[in-house]
């Protein structure tokens, strides 16, 4: 499963032609920044886990 501060790709890349994202805020709504330009999108969590491909980095390793 993910968590706030996991690293996600998603199923199509952003125009800025990166597709890793980072997931800033949990909640009803899921807020990802993408790491290529630090632009942010919030989706529902339907929308996120339709999306969603795989999760790159998750948070808890890092701990």
């Known amino acids: 499963m993910y ?3 996991d690293v996600v ?3 199509k890349p952003h125009p800025c032609g990166a597709n890793e ?3 800033i805020r949990m909640g009803a709504d899921i ?3 993408c790491l290529g ?3 942010i999108v919030m989706l529902t969590r339907r929308e996120f886990e339709k999306r969603m491909k795989k999760i790159l980095k998750s ?3 890092n701990d």
Do not use: L, N
Request: charged content about 40%; some cysteine; aromatic content about 6%.
């Open 31 to 33: 807020k990802i920044k």
């Open 21 to 23: 994202w980072e997931i």
């Open 37 to 39: 330009c630090g632009h």
């Open 59 to 61: 948070a808890k390793q």
């Open 9 to 11: 790709m998603m199923k």
């Open 3 to 5: 968590d706030k501060g």
